[in-house]
């Protein structure tokens, strides 16, 4: 479990450091995210290594979404002028994600 954790930290610091270096617009998780997706596909590291920890981190997941809510309960009063709007690009957003999730699942159907 440590080497699991160990393994997800390092691609995270290594994100980090990716866009701290080369001044990238994108959130270093997002990069080390994505890095850490190569080195799976690549075979550079076996899932085996990683799996422990990233089931234990989804089963806990709803935990790290509290911080955000209870951070919208503070924004009570823009929400309430706004809600209108967050909700139109929130359904449009959903409905996108979903079409082009959707669009690549069957193309990644038909290649196998």
Not at 23 to 30: D, K, S, Y
Not at 44 to 67: E, G
Not at 76 to 101: E, G, M, N, P, R
């Amino acid at each position: 479990m440590f080497k699991a954790v160990l393994y997800i930290f390092l691609f995270l610091v290594f994100g980090e450091l990716i866009v701290y270096l080369l001044h990238i617009p994108i959130a270093g998780n997002l990069v080390g995210m994505i890095t850490i997706f190569i080195a799976l596909k690549l075979k550079v590291i076996k899932l085996k290594d990683v799996k422990p920890a990233s089931d234990q981190f989804i089963k806990y997941m709803v935990l790290f979404f509290v911080p955000y809510g209870v951070g919208l309960m503070t924004l009570h009063d823009i929400l309430k002028i706004h809600w209108l709007a967050i909700v139109v690009s929130t359904i449009i957003s959903t409905v996108l994600t979903l079409y082009i999730t959707g669009l690549i699942l069957q193309k990644f159907r038909k290649d196998a």
